[in-house]
């Protein structure tokens, strides 16, 4: 079996007593490809950030290519790149 690029588990996110981000459980393998779509406020935004380390999960866990981006954010922020259009995984 191919090891998963992106591995999300459980991950939820609370502001203010708000949850914006509940449960999340995603596994993307080298060559997926993958959208996330939904309104404003759906918690895009907020699971993109988590995602790279630019913003700790209330609960769960992010590996990024094996890294453990609560962990290890600043790991997983030197193999991405950051656009203000694009977010691209190395």
């Known amino acids: 079996m191919a ?7 459980g991950l939820s ?5 708000r949850r914006v981000v509940d449960n999340l459980n995603l596994t993307l393998y080298e060559g997926e490809v993958f959208g996330l779509l939904g309104p404003n406020g759906a ?3 907020t699971t993109i950030l988590m995602l790279l380390g630019l913003s700790e ?3 769960g866990s992010v590996t990024i290519a094996g890294i453990d981006a609560t962990r290890n954010p600043v790991e997983v ?9 694009r977010c691209r995984l190395l």
Request: proline letters at 7%; hydrophobic letters at 20%.
């Open 3 to 9: 090891t998963p690029v992106i591995e999300i588990r």
């Open 13 to 17: 996110k609370v502001y203010d007593n």
């Open 43 to 45: 918690g895009k935004s």
């Open 57 to 59: 999960p209330s609960t």
């Open 77 to 85: 922020k030197k193999n991405s790149r950051l656009s203000a259009r």
